[in-house]
């Protein structure tokens, strides 16, 4: 479960910096020459992505019992992923309902990845 979830997360990782740079990043710079605002999407693009590989590797460490999180620390990659996942869901319910229908796959793999964290908690 550990290592499903952990490949699971790096490849969504990797898929959201690259996307990032192709769709949100291509699309504000062709919309504006304000620098600060084309630098912020890029930077939040990466940011997501770039934790979203940490924590991966940290399940893939822990399959492979290069380092051991217990106690509270065992839920902070979990944590971690629900607190992205939540702050999606606010915000589109709140601002942009229209986020639902291009990410619902991303929806189901997130929850997939969820129950994969779930089940691997020791």
């Known amino acids: 479960m550990e290592l499903a979830a952990g490949i699971l997360i790096l490849i969504l990782s990797i898929l959201h910096i690259v996307y990032g740079e192709m ?13 600060n605002l084309i630098g912020s999407v890029r930077v939040m693009s990466l940011q997501g992505g770039i934790l979203l590989f940490a924590v991966g590797l940290i399940h893939i460490f822990q399959f492979f019992d290069v380092i051991s999180l217990s106690g509270v620390a ?3 990659p979990l944590g971690i992923i629900l607190i992205n996942l939540f702050t999606y869901i606010f915000v589109a319910i709140w601002k942009h309902r229209e986020l639902f229908s291009i990410a619902a796959f991303q929806l189901v793999v997130f929850m997939v990845i969820i ?8």
């Open 23 to 35: 769709q949100p990043v291509a699309n504000v710079s062709k919309a504006t020459d304000d620098r």
């Open 115 to 122: 129950i994969l964290q779930i089940l691997s908690i020791r």
């Open 74 to 76: 065992a839920y902070f």
